[in-house]
């Protein structure tokens, strides 16, 4: 599941981040945009898929990034997002 994958992305890459949860803002987690793009960066190797630029700016929550993720591997696979 992409949400459990990065939850555990964020524990093992940011030091001194507060217990994530689906909802957790990054704001509320201590990330700025360049540690979102780290992030981001991350989840796209973890799954080998490519965020688009565009999804970046409405993302605020883990789970709207899972929430992506989940998008772009179903386009990877062919099925409707």
């Known amino acids: 599941m992409p949400l459990t994958k990065i939850l555990l992305i964020i ?7 507060v217990e994530p949860a689906a909802d957790s803002l990054f704001e509320e987690l ?10 981001v960066t991350e989840v796209e190797q973890a799954f080998d898929i490519r965020i ?16 992506v993720v989940v998008g772009e591997l179903r ?3 062919g099925l409707n997002a």
């Not at 524990?11 to 981040?17: K, N, P, Q, T």
């Not at 201590?30 to 992030?39: E, F, K, T, Y």
């Open 75 to 77: 386009k990877k696979d």
């Open 52 to 67: 688009p630029n565009s999804a970046l700016g409405s993302m605020e929550k883990i789970s709207d990034l899972a929430a």
């Open 11 to 17: 524990r093992s890459e940011f030091d001194g981040v």
């Open 30 to 39: 201590g990330l700025d945009s360049l540690d979102l793009i780290a992030l």
